[in-house]
């Protein structure tokens, strides 16, 4: 695999690399980013399956006390896990797995019908306490360094906006990072994840039928979500349907198929999708 991936990119990672002087002293390997302050070698990485090149980058919080004791557990074989970029408070990238390894971030779930999302992500962790911490607020100096790393990786490695997703779309029955105040609107007014300003009608969800859950539960798994379509919202339903509005309408995160929940899925669909008989508004 390492040879017949290394063979169609001679040289360089599964991205173009940029002409870049920011090497450390002495790096275990060469920064991807010319944004990367610091190269922390983790040893929790592998092949990525198949040779795949990434094509989604993935979005995490640390959960943790602090910067040092995330990268200590990012870095520790004995955690098994691993990002390809930490960004801490004041905004430092640190690079801990080079992009053309697959780092251990996104666990087994699936997105958009396909597994192993590490085989075809880059992964970046951002230094934040999270919900275990009170949800405390990201950092101006954070926010800007982690857009222009997500900025350079896209356009670096060619992925596309809808391809940028949070730990939680993929793992919604286990995970909740980055959580409900990532700055999910201001990345997508860079052009990094999708976004539409989020209907806050939270009435009462009306008793919908079985046919309208199955519509709606059909739309998110076409969006990407790991959902069946049973037609009864059950507790892994509504498992994404949190995960849906932890992303895409914050204010609200209860996983009940409100009016609101559903206008910003059928507004996200046309995003994504176009307009059309397949992205009909919200059924009733
Ligand atoms: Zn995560």
Redesign the pocket.
């Known amino acids: 695999m390492a040879s017949a991936s290394a063979s169609s990119s001679p040289a360089t990672g599964p991205c173009r690399r940029p002409i870049t002087d920011a090497v450390t002293a002495s790096p275990a390997f060469a920064p991807d980013s010319r944004l990367v302050a610091a190269v922390r070698p983790s040893p929790n990485h592998g092949e990525r399956q198949g040779g795949a090149r990434p094509d989604a980058l993935v979005l995490?919080y640390t959960g943790m006390a602090d910067g040092p004791s995330a990268l200590r557990r990012l870095c520790d074989p004995a955690a098994e896990v691993s990002s390809h970029y930490l960004v801490e408070e004041d905004g430092a990238v640190l690079q801990l797995v080079p992009e053309a390894r697959r780092a251990w971030?996104a666990g087994r779930e699936p997105w958009a019908g396909r597994h192993d999302l590490n085989s075809a992500s880059i992964g970046i962790e951002v230094v934040n306490g999270g919900h275990d911490f009170g949800l405390p607020p990201f950092p101006e100096a954070q926010v800007a360094a982690l857009e222009a790393l997500c900025r350079d990786i896209l356009q670096r490695c060619g992925i596309a906006p809808a391809r940028v997703l949070a730990?939680s779309d993929i793992a919604p029955s286990r995970?909740q990072?980055p959580g409900e105040r990532f700055p999910w609107a201001r990345l997508a007014a860079a052009g990094i994840g999708l976004w539409v300003p989020p209907s806050l009608d939270a009435a009462p969800a009306d008793a919908l039928s079985a046919e309208a859950v199955v519509a709606l539960q059909s739309d998110l798994a076409r969006f990407g979500y790991g959902i069946a379509p049973t037609g009864t919202h059950d507790a892994a339903s509504r498992d994404v349907v949190a995960a849906f509005q932890r992303r895409h309408r914050p204010a609200r995160v209860d996983g009940a198929l409100d009016p609101g929940t559903r206008d910003t899925l059928a507004r996200l669909m046309a995003l994504r999708f176009g307009a059309g008989p397949e992205a009909a508004p919200a059924r009733a």
């Open positions: 995490h971030h730990h995970k990072d």
